[in-house]
């Protein structure tokens, strides 16, 4: 079997555009990837206690703790829905020291000058989550350790938060709005970015 090739000339009217193919190319291309950006999960830049501490001091900021275990749902799911989140990430990544602490944790923690273990006096709960969390062992629970003057206040939430419920709660304690509004009114009048 032979195959024929035969020379096709081109009309000598019509012109073929590279420029504008190579536009149109790159436009669809630029399109995809400003849409995929914003598909794509966040990033949250956990720190552990101890360097939230340190940083905290010299550059005061909230500290957001989320206390879970590996065994929770819930705190699975929060990881996944919430703080993949854009708005979440960008908000925890510039306006607090976000830790992820494991409240069944074995490891040894000192944290302002108090050092925590993991006794087995409180069930599998480390001391640390004991202390965080009030001793409402409840998870996933995120805590908002916010500064006045030289303590800081413990503010622990229990439960799942989707994106836009963590949204107010973020922007509550980041704004201080806590020491002006009752968070029924805070919330009732929040308008943030995720609808």
């Not at 995809?32 to 360097?51: G, P």
């Not at 908000?91 to 830790?99: A, F, G, Q, R």
């Not at 009030?134 to 800081?152: A, C, D, E, I, K």
């Not at 304690?173 to 009048?189: H, L």
Request: glycine residues 6%; aromatic residues 14%; charged residues 20%.
């Amino acid at each position: 079997m032979y195959i024929i090739i035969k020379h096709v000339r081109f009309h000598p009217t019509i012109k073929i555009n590279y420029i504008g193919m190579k536009k149109s190319v790159l436009s669809v291309l630029l399109a995809f990837f400003i849409l995929n950006s914003y598909t794509q999960e966040a990033t949250v830049n956990w720190y552990t206690i101890q360097e939230a501490e340190k940083l905290s001091v010299t550059e005061p900021r909230p500290i957001f703790i989320d206390t879970y275990t590996d065994w929770c749902g819930w705190c699975k799911k929060m990881d996944q829905d919430t703080f993949s989140h854009p708005v979440i990430a960008e908000i925890l990544n510039t306006k607090y020291y976000p830790v992820k602490f494991n409240a069944e944790g074995k490891e040894t923690i000192t944290f302002f000058g108090q050092t925590f273990i993991n006794d087995g006096k409180s069930g599998r709960a480390h001391q640390l989550a004991v202390a965080l969390l009030n001793g409402r062992l409840s998870y996933p629970t995120v805590v908002f350790m916010t500064r006045q003057g030289n303590q800081y206040n413990v503010s622990p939430v229990p439960g799942y938060r989707q994106p836009r419920d963590m949204e107010v709660l973020l922007q509550y304690f980041a704004e201080k709005a806590y020491e002006t509004r009752k968070w029924e009114d805070y919330q009732a009048d929040f308008v943030g970015k995720i609808k």
